[in-house]
């Protein structure tokens, strides 16, 4: 069974968000994602001070198994990318909610409308379930 965090939002692509300040949040791929690749080689992120928007592709994760899309849960600014995933990407599965974070991102707009967009824990569950 996977874990699903009670304090973050989720999406549909399966990619997590966690507010992290004001206006800034924290987003990775969730721990049914991470064992859904197998694996994780490598990661391909956004570059600090891309305008990425919500839905739309952001970069890469690949495995040994394939190679995925990832998906930007909110739209906003990059603030932050997690360096250690270029040496170590198996963070993402070792830890996907903690060292295997991978961006932070300032949200352009209000933070509670763009979360409100997102799935709650117990939505997420549902999903997931439904998709095992």
């Known amino acids: ?25 924290r987003m990775g791929i ?5 064992h859904q690749l197998g694996d994780i080689v490598f990661v391909e992120l956004p570059a600090e001070g891309a305008a990425i928007a919500q839905g739309a592709e952001i970069g890469t994760i690949e ?17 932050r990318l997690n360096e250690a995933l270029e040496s170590t990407p198996e963070l993402v599965n070792e830890s996907p909610y903690e060292k295997g974070w991978m961006i932070e ?3 352009g707009s209000d933070v509670e409308e763009a979360l409100g967009k997102l799935l709650t824990a117990d939505e997420y569950k549902k999903l997931t379930a439904d998709e095992s």
Not at 5 to 14: A, G, I, N, P, S
């Open 63 to 79: 495995s040994v198994k394939t190679v995925s899309d990832l998906f930007a849960p909110v739209t906003g600014t990059v603030l």
């Open 30 to 34: 969730t721990d049914f994602a991470q």
């Open 1 to 25: 069974m996977s874990e699903v965090k009670q304090q973050l939002w989720y999406t549909e692509e399966h990619e997590w968000v966690e507010r992290t300040e004001a206006g800034t949040v």
């Open 105 to 107: 991102v300032e949200i």
